[in-house]
């Protein structure tokens, strides 16, 4: 099946640092990627979708110039997390799409200090 | 009221119970998927539906698309199935509607 890499699984950081999280269609060309997040003891939030060369479309509530998202090519996505705090820390987890089936990354556990 | 309700939200079962997980929907969909998501955090695609049902080891899920209804079933279950499974709702945009999860534990 296809499967899709996220980098780092894990990583600390201090405040006030940036952290660059990957997400990779290893064996697909992810035409559209998906960025969620999640919050402890609460279901995945769809953060922004992501278009191969265009923009991404951010959800209601979240914001852009914090998190930046970049889809360079049809296997990677980047979703960086600007000037981090505390409240940033959470489960980040993309998806890719090649049609309609999504396919999910294992997930990146932030943790701002 | 979510788009995708989910229930029960917690489920206490013991091994070899066979076990369902409900999913109600509001929105247009083009896909329904059950997601497995182990206490590490990452997460698991068990199945992607639009009709009918699939069935994969022992686990089985259906959809009826009139009545806006989805089921996960579990047969003869495991301690290791314990995990929270998420129902997501593809609507015809491609945007994901999550429900808020079922936290399954199977006692040995």
């Known amino acids: 099946g296809a499967v899709v890499s996220q980098h780092p699984s894990r990583v600390i950081c201090k405040s006030g640092t940036s952290v660059k999280i990957e997400c990779r269609s290893l064996d697909f060309q992810a035409t559209t990627m998906f960025w969620y997040r999640q919050f402890p003891k609460k279901s995945l939030m769809l953060m922004a979708t992501?278009?191969?060369?265009?923009?991404?479309?951010?959800e209601q509530g979240v914001e852009k110039d914090k998190f930046l998202i970049n889809h360079a090519s049809l296997t990677l996505s980047t979703l960086t997390v600007t000037s981090a705090h505390p409240e940033d820390s959470s489960f980040y987890i993309c998806?890719?799409?090649?049609?309609?089936?999504?396919?999910f990354g294992p997930g990146t556990r932030l943790l701002v200090l | 009221k979510n788009e995708v309700e989910q229930s029960p939200q917690n489920l206490t079962a013991q091994e070899g119970e066979f076990i369902t997980i409900n999913c109600s929907y509001s929105v247009g969909i083009s896909a329904l998927h059950w997601l497995q998501q182990h206490p590490g955090g990452g997460i698991v695609s068990l199945f992607m539906?639009?009709?009918g049902k699939k069935k994969h080891g022992r686990l089985i899920a259906t959809i009826n698309i009139q009545e806006k209804h989805s089921s996960l079933h579990i047969t003869a279950s495991h301690p290791r199935d314990s995990a929270v499974y998420i129902c997501?709702?593809?609507?015809?945009?491609?945007?994901?509607?999550f429900g808020a999860g079922t936290r399954l534990t199977v006692k040995p």
């Open positions: 998806s890719a799409t090649p049609h309609e089936t999504q396919y």
């Open positions: 539906l639009s009709s």
């Open positions: 997501a709702a593809t609507q015809n945009n491609n945007d994901m509607r």
């Open positions: 992501s278009n191969e060369g265009s923009k991404a479309t951010y």
